[in-house]
T-cell receptor
Protein backbone atom coordinates (compact mmCIF):
# COMPACT_ATOMS: atom_id res chain seq x y z
CA UNK A 1 0.00 0.00 0.00
CA UNK A 2 1.28 3.44 -0.94
CA UNK A 3 2.22 5.62 2.02
CA UNK A 4 3.27 9.24 2.37
CA UNK A 5 4.62 10.60 5.66
CA UNK A 6 5.43 14.26 6.27
CA UNK A 7 7.53 15.76 9.03
CA UNK A 8 7.47 17.78 11.11
CA UNK A 9 3.72 18.17 11.66
CA UNK A 10 4.24 21.82 12.51
CA UNK A 11 7.16 24.22 12.15
CA UNK A 12 7.56 27.70 13.51
CA UNK A 13 10.29 29.90 11.99
CA UNK A 14 11.45 33.43 12.43
CA UNK A 15 11.34 35.52 9.30
CA UNK A 16 14.56 34.86 7.39
CA UNK A 17 15.27 31.55 9.16
CA UNK A 18 15.71 28.90 6.47
CA UNK A 19 14.60 25.31 6.99
CA UNK A 20 13.37 22.16 5.23
CA UNK A 21 10.21 20.08 5.24
CA UNK A 22 10.40 16.34 4.69
CA UNK A 23 8.16 13.98 2.75
CA UNK A 24 9.02 10.28 2.80
CA UNK A 25 7.13 7.83 0.65
CA UNK A 26 6.73 4.20 -0.24
CA UNK A 27 5.06 3.58 -3.57
CA UNK A 28 5.28 0.87 -6.19
CA UNK A 29 6.52 2.45 -9.37
CA UNK A 30 7.06 6.14 -8.69
CA UNK A 31 5.44 8.29 -11.37
CA UNK A 32 6.27 11.57 -9.75
CA UNK A 33 5.69 13.54 -6.58
CA UNK A 34 3.55 16.65 -6.10
CA UNK A 35 3.90 19.50 -3.65
CA UNK A 36 0.92 21.65 -2.74
CA UNK A 37 0.38 24.69 -0.55
CA UNK A 38 -2.87 25.06 1.40
CA UNK A 39 -3.94 28.31 3.02
CA UNK A 40 -6.61 28.34 5.77
CA UNK A 41 -10.09 28.11 4.27
CA UNK A 42 -8.75 27.32 0.80
CA UNK A 43 -8.14 24.26 -1.32
CA UNK A 44 -4.64 22.89 -1.98
CA UNK A 45 -2.76 24.92 -4.57
CA UNK A 46 -0.38 23.05 -6.84
CA UNK A 47 3.30 24.07 -6.56
CA UNK A 48 5.58 21.49 -8.19
CA UNK A 49 5.82 18.12 -9.83
CA UNK A 50 9.07 16.19 -9.45
CA UNK A 51 9.31 13.33 -11.91
CA UNK A 52 12.47 11.42 -10.98
CA UNK A 53 15.17 11.12 -8.34
CA UNK A 54 17.72 13.90 -8.56
CA UNK A 55 15.29 16.44 -9.98
CA UNK A 56 14.95 19.90 -8.41
CA UNK A 57 12.34 22.63 -8.93
CA UNK A 58 12.35 26.20 -7.63
CA UNK A 59 9.73 28.87 -7.14
CA UNK A 60 10.64 32.09 -5.36
CA UNK A 61 11.87 31.05 -1.88
CA UNK A 62 10.89 27.39 -2.32
CA UNK A 63 13.06 24.62 -3.70
CA UNK A 64 11.86 21.03 -3.95
CA UNK A 65 14.20 18.06 -4.32
CA UNK A 66 13.57 14.35 -4.79
CA UNK A 67 15.47 11.19 -3.91
CA UNK A 68 14.37 7.57 -4.28
CA UNK A 69 12.80 7.54 -0.81
CA UNK A 70 11.95 11.14 0.09
CA UNK A 71 11.46 14.69 -1.00
CA UNK A 72 12.46 17.91 0.68
CA UNK A 73 10.90 21.33 0.42
CA UNK A 74 13.60 23.87 1.29
CA UNK A 75 12.42 27.32 2.32
CA UNK A 76 15.09 30.00 2.06
CA UNK A 77 14.72 33.22 4.06
CA UNK A 78 10.98 32.73 4.57
CA UNK A 79 8.52 35.58 4.90
CA UNK A 80 5.25 35.67 6.87
CA UNK A 81 3.31 35.19 3.63
CA UNK A 82 4.92 31.74 3.30
CA UNK A 83 2.85 30.62 6.30
CA UNK A 84 0.60 27.77 5.14
CA UNK A 85 0.24 24.02 5.28
CA UNK A 86 2.42 22.22 2.74
CA UNK A 87 1.22 18.89 1.39
CA UNK A 88 3.07 16.32 -0.64
CA UNK A 89 1.40 13.60 -2.67
CA UNK A 90 2.34 10.71 -4.92
CA UNK A 91 0.32 9.52 -7.92
CA UNK A 92 -0.10 5.88 -8.80
CA UNK A 93 -2.11 3.91 -11.31
CA UNK A 94 -4.25 1.43 -9.44
CA UNK A 95 -7.46 -0.43 -10.17
CA UNK A 96 -7.84 1.26 -13.53
CA UNK A 97 -7.51 4.84 -12.42
CA UNK A 98 -4.93 7.40 -11.40
CA UNK A 99 -5.10 7.66 -7.62
CA UNK A 100 -3.13 10.10 -5.49
CA UNK A 101 -1.96 9.46 -1.92
CA UNK A 102 -1.58 12.61 0.15
CA UNK A 103 0.46 13.22 3.27
CA UNK A 104 -1.13 14.96 6.24
CA UNK A 105 0.97 18.07 5.74
CA UNK A 106 3.39 20.32 7.57
CA UNK A 107 1.88 23.48 9.02
CA UNK A 108 4.43 26.27 8.64
CA UNK A 109 4.21 29.49 10.62
CA UNK A 110 6.67 32.30 9.86
CA UNK A 111 6.91 34.92 12.60
CA UNK A 112 7.82 38.52 11.63
CA UNK B 1 -9.95 31.55 -15.40
CA UNK B 2 -12.27 29.85 -12.88
CA UNK B 3 -10.63 26.39 -12.59
CA UNK B 4 -12.64 24.27 -10.12
CA UNK B 5 -15.68 25.96 -8.57
CA UNK B 6 -17.52 24.57 -5.55
CA UNK B 7 -20.81 25.69 -4.05
CA UNK B 8 -21.92 26.34 -1.39
CA UNK B 9 -18.90 27.45 0.65
CA UNK B 10 -20.60 26.75 3.99
CA UNK B 11 -23.63 24.77 5.04
CA UNK B 12 -25.24 23.58 8.28
CA UNK B 13 -27.53 20.57 8.07
CA UNK B 14 -29.68 18.78 10.57
CA UNK B 15 -29.28 15.03 11.05
CA UNK B 16 -31.24 13.16 8.40
CA UNK B 17 -31.41 16.02 5.91
CA UNK B 18 -30.11 15.69 2.35
CA UNK B 19 -28.09 18.01 0.19
CA UNK B 20 -26.00 18.17 -2.96
CA UNK B 21 -22.54 19.70 -3.10
CA UNK B 22 -21.87 21.23 -6.47
CA UNK B 23 -18.60 21.08 -8.40
CA UNK B 24 -17.78 22.45 -11.83
CA UNK B 25 -14.51 22.65 -13.78
CA UNK B 26 -13.73 24.54 -16.96
CA UNK B 27 -10.36 22.95 -17.83
CA UNK B 28 -11.81 20.06 -19.88
CA UNK B 29 -10.26 17.57 -17.46
CA UNK B 30 -11.41 13.98 -17.81
CA UNK B 31 -10.83 12.99 -14.17
CA UNK B 32 -12.77 14.45 -11.27
CA UNK B 33 -12.58 13.57 -7.57
CA UNK B 34 -14.31 14.21 -4.28
CA UNK B 35 -12.28 14.26 -1.06
CA UNK B 36 -13.05 14.98 2.54
CA UNK B 37 -10.48 16.58 4.83
CA UNK B 38 -10.68 16.15 8.58
CA UNK B 39 -8.20 17.70 11.04
CA UNK B 40 -4.96 15.70 11.19
CA UNK B 41 -6.31 13.03 8.84
CA UNK B 42 -5.30 14.27 5.43
CA UNK B 43 -7.39 14.03 2.29
CA UNK B 44 -9.56 10.93 1.93
CA UNK B 45 -11.02 10.00 -1.46
CA UNK B 46 -14.80 9.56 -1.47
CA UNK B 47 -15.62 9.03 -5.16
CA UNK B 48 -13.92 9.62 -8.47
CA UNK B 49 -14.86 9.76 -12.13
CA UNK B 50 -12.67 9.02 -15.15
CA UNK B 51 -15.11 10.60 -17.59
CA UNK B 52 -18.74 11.46 -18.22
CA UNK B 53 -20.99 8.56 -17.22
CA UNK B 54 -18.24 6.69 -15.34
CA UNK B 55 -17.89 6.87 -11.56
CA UNK B 56 -16.46 4.61 -8.88
CA UNK B 57 -15.95 4.43 -5.13
CA UNK B 58 -12.87 5.67 -3.33
CA UNK B 59 -11.73 4.94 0.22
CA UNK B 60 -14.73 6.33 2.16
CA UNK B 61 -17.87 6.21 -0.05
CA UNK B 62 -20.50 5.21 2.54
CA UNK B 63 -23.28 7.76 2.91
CA UNK B 64 -22.49 9.50 -0.39
CA UNK B 65 -23.48 9.27 -4.04
CA UNK B 66 -22.24 10.91 -7.21
CA UNK B 67 -23.20 11.34 -10.82
CA UNK B 68 -21.37 12.69 -13.83
CA UNK B 69 -23.53 13.39 -16.84
CA UNK B 70 -21.12 15.89 -18.43
CA UNK B 71 -17.36 16.52 -18.41
CA UNK B 72 -17.79 19.77 -16.48
CA UNK B 73 -20.00 18.82 -13.51
CA UNK B 74 -19.55 16.30 -10.71
CA UNK B 75 -22.06 16.76 -7.88
CA UNK B 76 -21.81 14.91 -4.55
CA UNK B 77 -25.04 13.86 -2.84
CA UNK B 78 -25.54 13.27 0.88
CA UNK B 79 -28.83 11.42 1.36
CA UNK B 80 -29.21 11.12 5.15
CA UNK B 81 -26.79 13.46 6.85
CA UNK B 82 -25.01 12.11 9.94
CA UNK B 83 -22.70 13.92 12.40
CA UNK B 84 -19.77 11.81 11.12
CA UNK B 85 -20.11 13.62 7.80
CA UNK B 86 -19.13 16.94 9.34
CA UNK B 87 -16.03 17.81 7.36
CA UNK B 88 -14.54 19.98 4.66
CA UNK B 89 -15.24 18.62 1.18
CA UNK B 90 -12.96 19.28 -1.77
CA UNK B 91 -13.57 18.65 -5.42
CA UNK B 92 -10.57 18.23 -7.71
CA UNK B 93 -9.92 17.57 -11.36
CA UNK B 94 -7.00 16.42 -13.48
CA UNK B 95 -6.14 15.29 -16.96
CA UNK B 96 -5.02 11.68 -17.18
CA UNK B 97 -3.94 9.74 -20.23
CA UNK B 98 -3.89 6.48 -18.30
CA UNK B 99 -1.18 4.33 -16.80
CA UNK B 100 1.78 6.61 -17.51
CA UNK B 101 0.02 9.83 -16.62
CA UNK B 102 1.23 11.92 -13.70
CA UNK B 103 -0.63 15.18 -13.99
CA UNK B 104 -1.43 17.00 -10.74
CA UNK B 105 -4.95 17.53 -9.44
CA UNK B 106 -6.41 21.02 -9.22
CA UNK B 107 -8.69 21.77 -6.30
CA UNK B 108 -11.65 23.97 -5.53
CA UNK B 109 -11.83 25.98 -2.31
CA UNK B 110 -14.06 23.50 -0.55
CA UNK B 111 -17.45 23.25 1.13
CA UNK B 112 -17.45 23.40 4.93
CA UNK B 113 -20.30 21.21 6.12
CA UNK B 114 -21.58 20.84 9.69
CA UNK B 115 -24.19 18.26 10.66
CA UNK B 116 -25.99 19.07 13.91
Amino acid sequence: EDQVTQSPEALRLQEGESSSLNCSYTVSGLRGLFWYRQDPGKGPEFLFTLYSAGEEKEKERLKATLTKKESFLHITAPKPEDSATYLCAVPAYSGGYQKVTFGTGTKLQVIP
Amino acid sequence: NAGVTQTPKFRILKIGQSMTLQCAQDMNHNYMYWYRQDPGMGLKLIYYSVGAGITDKGEVPNGYNVSRSTTEYFPLRLELAAPSQTSVYFCASSYSRGRDSNQPQHFGDGTRLSIL
